[in-house]
């Protein structure tokens, strides 16, 4: 059993800042215009040929109403067509792709996300998966993970039926607040009635998961009020609880514009509101599985980290990390051996490159070794919170010690502060440093600037 992570004032306080999440690394604005879609049908050749499995990530930018504090890729709009019209070139980028893999490769997850999937009509919604189906093997057993973002509002009892009827079995539920005063500074009212009747449908229908998405740092909210979403989030006994900081980057997103800096909570009250679901969650029986996502001891995630076959991607932590990556919609990312790749994220240039019968691929990275070393080395700390020196060794030939030579001493530093524990063949992240493992991530990111011991970025 994983040590339970311990909550130090004095740790968090100092090596409090923010950075990446390494969903992904190199991050995607490490990402260059030099790759396009040649290289990623080379890649597809590749994936086929060695018949890998593939993940499949669909991106569905649609929402009937703007949420403020919403950073994703998204397009607001009441008017179905466009949705129609977005589908038919989606269905041609499916074609397209899907015509360079093989049926032999199993697609063993699925996930759609948003923007609100269930902005699709029902028969949208059935032909897309059908299209899908046609030209990629999804598996029809149920032992597939499909996954689906769900947003209370825009769904109802007979879409949660539609969605298990399509094979779908895990939902997450954007919930954010339960607060009627947050909720209506960040335009988005959504009441505790609607997101009970979805999990009582998810339930009902034996949905194998149920994922609740939580930020703090939303504009009115306090310690106080926080901790009574918390409560009423436990009552409600989802697989996996995410709690993560709302970043207010009005300059990157506009609608961000709208919210009321002067009503955001100060960086003390967010300390404290993070500490106190630490604690609730904990205490509730909740195992912390690291980046913010909390998980019951029974859960998928919890027991694979448990077991050390805890793995990230682009879709956060999984249990298929080894599948490549598909991301298929308008600035969806695919991750396809030692490729990553992105469509283009103006939903216009997307849908015209298609219609023109060419791939929308506008961005990208190969990775070199030294990326991949960098990205093991960042991978097993977020999952295992333990990196074990002689598994790089054997696999990239290179001494761990002598190549990050530089970064030793910042190590060092951490382990006198007691983040980490070194030896001559391992690190460990401690307890206390668990909230913390991005900030020991990045020293490892060769991407960032230069940092000093004393003061390491985090993203909380």
Request: aromatic share 8%; hydrophobic share 40%.
């Amino acid at each position: 059993m994983l040590d339970a992570i311990r909550w130090d004032a004095d740790l968090i306080h100092r090596y409090d800042q923010d950075g990446p999440r390494y969903t992904l690394y190199p991050t995607p604005l490490q990402f260059n215009s030099n790759l396009g879609s040649f290289d990623l049908l080379y890649a597809l050749r590749s994936s086929r040929q060695a018949a890998r499995p593939l993940s499949l990530y669909i991106h569905l930018p649609f929402c009937a109403d703007i949420c403020y504090h919403c950073p994703r890729n998204k397009v607001i709009s009441k008017d179905r067509e466009r949705a129609s019209t977005y589908l038919a070139q989606l269905a041609k980028e499916i074609e397209l792709i899907g015509c360079h893999l093989s049926q032999d490769q199993v697609v063993e997850q699925l996930h759609f996300g948003g923007g609100t999937p269930t902005f699709l009509t029902h028969a949208e919604l059935r032909g897309l998966m059908s299209h899908l189906r046609e030209h990629f093997n999804l598996q029809n057993d149920d032992h597939g993970d499909f996954s689906i973002d769900i947003d209370p509002r825009r769904a109802d009892w007979p879409t949660m039926g539609l969605l298990r009827e399509l094979g779908f079995n895990r939902i997450n539920i954007g919930l954010t607040d339960l607060d009627p005063d947050v909720q209506r500074a960040i335009n988005r009212i959504q009441t505790l009635q609607q997101t009970q009747t979805v999990i009582e449908a998810a339930r009902t229908l034996q949905f194998r998961s149920i994922q609740l998405d939580l930020s703090y740092g939303l504009p009115l909210q306090t310690p106080e009020r926080f901790a009574h979403t918390i409560t009423a989030v436990i009552a409600l006994q989802p697989e996996r609880v995410s709690v993560s900081s709302y970043w207010h980057v009005p300059e990157r997103h506009m609608a961000q514009r709208k919210i009321n800096a002067a009503e955001l909570p100060t960086r003390s009250d967010m300390l404290a509101m993070l500490q106190h679901s630490v604690e609730q969650l904990t205490r509730a029986g909740y195992r912390y599985i690291g980046m913010d996502l909390f998980a019951l001891p029974d859960d998928e995630l919890a027991m694979a980290q448990e077991d050390g076959a805890l793995q990230r991607s682009f879709q956060g932590y999984t249990t298929h990390g080894h599948c490549d990556l598909v991301g298929l919609g308008v600035s969806a990312i695919s991750q396809i051996g030692d490729l990553y790749c992105q469509n283009n994220s103006d939903i216009t240039l997307y849908q015209q490159s298609l219609a023109q019968g060419q791939l929308a691929t506008v961005r990208g990275l190969r990775c070199n070794q030294d990326d991949q070393i960098r990205h093991y080395t960042i991978q097993a700390l977020l999952c295992d919170f333990e990196l074990r020196f002689d598994e790089i060794e054997s696999i990239f030939g290179v001494s761990f010690k002598v190549y990050f030579e530089e970064t030793w001493p910042v190590l060092e530093q951490m382990a006198a502060d007691g983040l980490i524990q070194l030896s001559a063949d391992a690190m460990t992240i401690l307890p206390a440093g668990r909230l913390l493992v991005h900030a020991v991530c990045m020293q490892f990111d060769h991407c960032l600037p230069p940092r000093p011991a004393s003061r390491l970025l985090h993203a909380m």
